[in-house]
């Protein structure tokens, strides 16, 4: 599996949490690991507004619209294009979409259900992604944090069902409800990997896989034990739920999230333990 990657998304911000460190040890890891990279082009603006308002938009490019977690920094409406094309093409060629900003808090016009602030993601990648293809999926998210952003963007959309795995008490604070298309899952903070992985398993019974044409994943690693959203997993968790995606035997792709301080760790390691598990001829 490529990794769709872009020096460019290494150019802005410096100093926050979400940082350009973050992804460049991965991108280094990941290569020397012996994974090919292949360059993005942007995302085309009737993209875009197949997810996002154009009002939201124009404010965007216009370097407005920034919070506390989500700085106004220079171009970055460019960055957050280059970054949503990277995970259009993870979808064309079912690879994995190590760019940056993140997305999946990025609602239709900012700040999605009920959240002050758009948590580090200006345009929702996967959501731009899934669009772009046009095919009945199931989007599941593992980030620690639930995806707000993309529950909202679909909560009215027939051809999507919506899982996300997060903690109970995490920002933005939302995901504590489900409804027929949105299986939220909200944890206990480092709950491990057996209650992790058993309540990955029963969601996922809850839907009809027969109607899923694709899977897109929206790849989030600061569930990592330590990291800021910490659910207690470490990097054999990762391979395991990588196996499990692999067992829906469909059409998949990967876009990364969050995943940033766990102690002593690189988010290369986890997002070489997924693929490998997804890779895995093993149950």
Not at 63 to 82: H, M, R, S, V
Not at 198 to 227: M, Q, T, Y
Request: glycine share 10%; aromatic share 8%.
């Amino acid at each position: 599996m490529k990794i769709i990657f872009s020096e460019k998304c290494l150019e802005y911000g410096n100093g926050h949490i979400e940082s350009r460190e973050r992804v460049k040890k991965a991108k280094n890891f990941l290569q020397e690991s012996g994974y090919q990279l292949e360059e993005p082009d942007f995302a085309k603006e009737e993209d875009l507004i197949k997810v996002h308002s154009k009002k939201y938009l124009i404010k965007l490019e216009g370097g407005e619209g920034g919070d506390q977690d989500t700085p106004a920094y220079k171009n970055i409406y460019e960055y957050a294009k280059l970054a949503a094309g990277g995970a259009i093409l993870a979808a064309k060629k079912q690879s994995f979409s190590l760019m940056r900003p993140p997305g999946h808090h990025a609602g239709i016009s900012g700040p999605a259900l009920g959240a002050s602030t758009k948590g580090f993601c200006y345009l929702n990648n996967i959501a731009i992604a899934v669009r772009n293809l046009n095919k009945k999926t199931l989007i599941l998210d593992i980030d620690g944090h639930h995806g707000n952003g993309t529950e909202e963007i679909f909560e009215k959309d027939e051809k999507i069902i919506f899982i996300s795995l997060h903690g109970r008490f995490f920002y933005p604070g939302t995901g504590t409800t489900s409804s027929k298309k949105s299986i939220n899952v909200p944890l206990p903070p480092d709950c491990g990997e057996k209650i992790y992985l058993n309540s990955l398993i029963n969601a996922l019974k809850k839907i009809n896989l027969k109607e899923i044409e694709v899977v897109a994943v929206s790849a989030g690693f600061d569930s990592h034990n330590g990291d800021l959203a910490s659910l207690g997993l470490n990097e054999k968790s990762f391979e395991k739920i990588g196996r499990i995606i692999k067992g829906l035997k469909k059409y998949t792709f990967f876009v990364l999230e969050g995943g940033y301080r766990h102690i002593g760790q690189n988010i290369g390691q986890d997002i070489d333990s997924l693929l490998k598990g997804f890779n895995s001829n093993k149950k």
